[in-house]
T-cell receptor, first 113, second 113 residues
Framework: KAGVTQTPRYLIKTRGQQVTLSCSPI?????VSWYQQTPGQGLQFLFE???????NKGNFPGRFSGRQFSNSRSEMNVSTLELGDSALYLC????????????FGPGTRLTVL | GQQVMQIPQYQHVQEGEDFTTYCNSS?????IQWYKQRPGGHPVFLIQ?????EVKKQKRLTFQFGEAKKNSSLHITATQTTDVGTYFC?????????????FGTGTQLKVEL
């Protein structure tokens, strides 16, 4: 069974730009969660989508948004990038949600200059 | 909001020594999950504990969930170089506003020969 895939793997943007990251979950998984990982803040929860609906949201500004498609693939968008948005963005899929084992993708390394 | 702290932040051990990381939550948890992230990799699920006082073993790894379901520990017996990585606990809280999985700050383990 193929694992969670994320594209792109690396991204360099400048302040003020916007970015879209993509996540394809494991086949059959309906829940996709997004996390931001930085050395200083650790792993912070952004949001969770289940069957195309945002089911849970972390404490991030409205510049961070996401969506999920009918095939469970998910995208995350960050608008008006700031230097502090530089991080590893991880998505994780699971069968039913955060109650279960989370399968993480390799992440997208975003650098904002 | 919910906070999950882990100690120690870093641990250097000689191969063959034991290692323990502790996880403490500010709120009572529904379950706790443990993940391992190798350097340059992504978090990989290790185990989930649900019951108060639960103890689970995986070869040299022993996981415990506290009686009050607010703390947990991971103990590795006779560490090996393959144990190198960062260990995260993740606490789940069920709320009316959605289930929240909060990751701990992580413990980075280095094993020296």
């Amino acid at each position: 069974k193929a694992g969670v895939t994320q594209t792109p793997r690396y991204l360099i943007k400048t302040r003020g730009q916007q970015v879209t990251l993509s996540c394809s979950p494991i086949s059959g998984h309906r829940s996709v969660s997004w996390y931001q990982q930085t050395p200083g803040q650790g792993l912070q929860f952004l949001f969770e989508y289940f069957s195309e609906t945002q089911r849970n949201k972390g404490n991030f500004p409205g510049r961070f948004s996401g969506r999920q498609f009918s095939n469970s693939r998910s995208e995350m968008n960050v608008s008006t990038l700031e230097l502090g948005d530089s991080a590893l963005y991880l998505c994780a899929s699971s069968i039913a949600g955060v109650y279960n084992e989370q399968f993480f993708g390799p992440g997208t390394r975003l650098t904002v200059l | 909001g919910q906070q999950v702290m882990q100690i120690p932040q870093y641990q250097h051990v000689q191969e063959g020594e034991d290692f323990t990381t502790y996880c403490n939550s500010s709120t009572t948890l529904s379950n706790i999950q443990w993940y391992k992230q190798r350097p340059g990799g992504h978090p990989v699920f290790l185990i989930q504990l649900v019951k108060s006082g639960e103890v689970k073993k995986q070869k040299r790894l022993t996981f415990q969930f506290g009686e009050a379901k607010k703390n947990s520990s991971l103990h590795i017996t006779a560490t090996q170089t393959t144990d190198v990585g960062t260990y995260f606990c993740a606490g789940l809280v069920l709320t009316g506003g959605g289930n929240k999985l909060t990751f701990g700050t992580g413990t980075q383990l280095k094993v020296e020969l």
